[in-house]
């Protein structure tokens, strides 16, 4: 069974920052790719960014150049720094990782309003 520890969400004014990261614990042998989704009130959730093992990276085309994932590998841990914040950017986010099986995180709140 794998649990996941899921942090750093808020409220933030458009421009702004926030990090997110979410950490597994559990029976875990390998984690291979990493990823963030997001799902706005009223719409399909929508891959937000990965990272492979090998740590080869793709982003969806709304938030190429104002987020950046990253993991650890010892920590277990997948992060996504997120900048400029936009309003579009509101949704609940959740980590998923592929450990041999897909496995989501239960997400967490970020809202972007001034």
């Known amino acids: 069974q794998v649990q996941f520890v899921e942090s750093g969400g808020g409220v933030v004014q458009p421009g702004g920052s926030l990090t997110l990261s979410c950490s597994a614990s559990?029976?875990?042998?390998?984690?291979?790719?990493m990823d963030w989704y997001r799902q706005a009130p009223g719409k399909q959730r929508e891959s937000v960014a990965s990272?492979?093992?090998?740590?080869?990276?793709n982003y969806a085309d709304s938030v190429k150049g104002r987020f950046t994932i990253s993991r650890d590998n010892v920590k277990r841990t997948v992060y996504l720094q997120m900048n400029s914040l936009k309003p579009e950017d509101t949704a609940v986010y959740y980590c998923r990782m592929d450990v041999g099986s897909t496995v989501w995180g239960q997400g967490i709140q970020v809202t972007v309003s001034s």
């Open positions: 990272i492979t093992r090998a740590g080869r990276i």
């Open positions: 559990g029976s875990i042998f390998t984690i291979w790719t």
